[in-house]
């Protein structure tokens, strides 16, 4: 498929403005695909453009390389966490409810074991080139951004002061998240990952305390 060709969704031509994302949101599901299966170094533009249906001429009108659809995937796993946290602010008023769910999607983050390592494999890579480098520390820093901004708003809704600043323990939650994803991988089977998942339930524990219980006989004001 050219990625001049104008599509259709539900007998409707779009735009081509609107082609162009949906060429865009095609190829970033397939790189997904892709990469998880072969691994980024591994990782082909050809298959990424065959995997979602477009030409390699389709992929390079869209993306610059390989890092730039990466880039873009990246970007998209961060809205779609942010979004996951803003649910959970949004449908869990009460600062117990919001701590029980944040805790359970935190306990679940080490299972995308593989997308943990794509990670690191993406991070060595930008080591070695410092206009990568600057590009994946302004995605870092947006991410740790608005978890910082979740953990405060979580601590001033509970009534707690933290420990340590947000930002501290954000990154330490991260990072803790990521080696969980890590350690998951190795040939151990469930003996592992329910080491792994009760671990991940601690750390989260040890860094964002419950709420205080109310006292006794004590009614909320109205």
């Given at each position: 498929?050219?990625?001049?060709?104008?599509?259709?969704?539900n007998g409707k031509r779009l735009t081509r403005l609107e082609s162009q994302q949906v060429t865009r949101t095609k190829l970033v599901d397939a790189a997904e695909r892709v990469f998880v299966r072969h691994g980024f170094d591994a990782a082909s533009v050809e298959q990424i453009a065959e995997?979602?249906?477009f030409s390699r001429g389709a992929f390079y009108s869209n993306f610059e390389s390989k890092d730039e659809i990466f880039l873009a995937l990246l970007d998209r796993k961060r809205i779609e966490r942010e979004g996951a946290l803003n649910a959970?602010?949004?449908?869990?008023?009460?600062?117990?409810?919001r701590f029980r769910a944040a805790r359970d999607w935190y306990a679940e983050q080490?299972?995308?074991?593989?997308?943990?390592?794509?990670?690191?494999?993406?991070?060595?890579?930008?080591?070695?080139?410092?206009?990568l480098a600057k590009r994946l520390s302004t995605l870092w820093r947006q991410e740790v951004d608005a978890y910082s901004a979740f953990l405060a708003q979580y601590f001033v809704d509970a009534g707690l002061t933290p420990a340590e600043?947000?930002?501290?323990?954000?990154l330490a939650l991260l990072a803790a998240?990521?080696?969980f994803g890590m350690l998951a991988l190795l040939p151990s089977g469930s003996v592992v990952e329910s080491s792994v998942a009760r671990s991940s339930t601690l750390t989260f524990d040890r860094l964002v305390p419950a709420p205080p219980a109310a006292a006794p006989g004590r009614k909320k004001k109205r």
């Open positions: 498929m050219n990625s001049d060709t104008l599509l259709y969704v995997a979602a249906g959970i602010f949004r449908e869990k008023p009460d600062a117990h409810a080490w299972r995308q074991r593989n997308w943990s390592v794509l990670k690191t494999e993406f991070n060595l890579r930008a080591l070695r080139q410092r206009s600043s947000p930002r501290s323990i954000t998240a990521q080696g």
